[in-house]
């Protein structure tokens, strides 16, 4: 009988030690910002030295996206992003990339949108300070941030299946879309796999 | 003598579960893990990945979703091996989920698989929904890659680790469950 409730306070013991264990590996990321509640403002610097803020751009659609000059999968949307830019550039859109890896360095982010193309800013998160704000795991990974600087979306650029595979669905399109109208997105809210963010 | 008498239990339980899976009697659950066999390579549907995580209970599991394609999973791999021929397939289980397309299995995801000599279960995920796979593996998985997930013997999620591991950092997990 004693064996059995040292056996079982052995059990309870482990469960219990074992259960804050449940949760992410990355324990300084924040959550992600709710849709409808007001993006968290900025202050980086572009691959040209210019400095942007969010608040710069209040009255304006922007899109944020959490990106990678190594990441498949944020390369693959890259060229996607591109025409998203160039279609929306006429309502004033605002396309900014935000490079939150630890390991990459401004020079080499300016050299892959050089060879590559892009032809949005984009921004080096120093210390991934930005990416923990917006409690951002992924690349590619989007935020859609309305005129009224509240958050429209948040997620994946598209439903595509593979890296460098165009979705039949553009999530980030229709999400511009609705809040160029004033409109809800729908949906307000897909996962995207793709890369980890490299944090410091 | 406790040790002989346990080790007749465990090779009475593991011939009646064959025989009953062989003779078709197994449930689905036996046979999903069946399936699973150590190097084995092959598609995946998510109906297949919660049979498996249901069916593996009474050991510790570890999942691995990977790709190809990603710098950090392949440079984990290593690790997991490691990892796997440790604990071999008695108490601990690891299957690796890959992201790569199913049509480049052949092509690319053997080739890789057989070039690290990568001894544990692979399977391709044929359906890509990150919400119906969460269900899956009933881990609110975010969709980067790499992430290791680590069951207890009772099928509980204990740990859902983001970005790239260890075997280190897998055997601190591991070991308090064992």
């Known amino acids: ?48 030295g210019l400095t942007h803020t969010l608040k710069q751009y209040a009255g304006k659609v922007v899109v944020l ?35 939150s890896h630890k390991s990459t360095t401004t020079d080499q ?17 120093v210390d991934n300070q930005y990416a923990d704000v917006l409690g951002a795991k992924t690349t590619p990974e989007v935020y859609v941030v309305g005129k009224d600087g509240k958050l429209v979306y948040h997620g994946a650029f598209d439903d595509r299946e593979q890296p460098e595979q165009k979705g039949k669905t553009s999530f980030v399109d229709n999400a511009v879309a609705a809040a160029l109208a004033g409109k809800a997105a729908d949906p307000a809210e897909a996962k995207s796999w793709g890369c980890s963010i490299k944090r410091k | 003598m406790s040790i002989l008498v346990l080790r007749a239990c465990r090779a009475f339980i593991t011939a009646v579960v064959l025989i009953g899976t062989a003779a078709g009697c197994g449930s689905g659950k036996d046979a999903a893990v069946s399936d699973w066999a150590p190097g084995s390579v092959g598609t995946v549907t998510v109906a297949d990945i919660a049979a498996m995580v249901e069916g593996t209970q009474g050991r510790v599991l570890v999942l691995n979703f990977w790709a190809t394609w990603c710098a950090p999973c392949v440079a984990e791999m290593p690790e997991l091996a490691a990892f796997y021929e440790r604990y071999g397939a008695d108490d601990v289980v690891l299957y690796g989920l890959s992201l790569d397309a199913p049509d480049v299995l052949e092509n690319t995801v053997k080739p890789f698989l057989k070039d690290k000599k990568i001894p ?45 591991i260890t075997l280190d950092a897998l055997d601190e997990l591991v070991k308090p469950l064992l």
């Open chain 2, 120 to 164: 544990f279960a692979v399977r391709v995920l044929a359906e890509r929904d990150i919400e119906a796979v969460s269900r899956a593996v009933r881990a609110e998985i975010s969709g980067a890659l790499p992430v290791t997930l680590v069951y207890d013997r009772k099928g509980g999620l204990v740990r859902m680790w983001e970005g790239a």
């Open chain 1, 65 to 99: 996206e959490m990106c990678s000059i190594e990441c498949p999968w944020s390369r693959g949307a890259d060229p996607h992003i591109v025409e998203l830019a160039a279609k929306y550039a006429p309502d004033g859109v605002v396309v900014l990339g935000i490079d």
């Open chain 1, 109 to 125: 982010i300016k050299d892959y949108a050089g060879k590559t193309g892009l032809t949005f800013p984009v921004l080096k998160d």
């Open chain 1, 1 to 48: 009988m004693r064996k059995n409730i040292l056996r079982f306070t052995t059990v309870l013991a482990l469960s219990l030690a074992v259960y804050p264990l449940c949760g992410c590996a990355s324990e300084s990321v924040g959550a992600a910002p709710a849709i409808g509640s007001v993006v968290p403002d900025f202050e980086m610097k572009d691959t040209a």
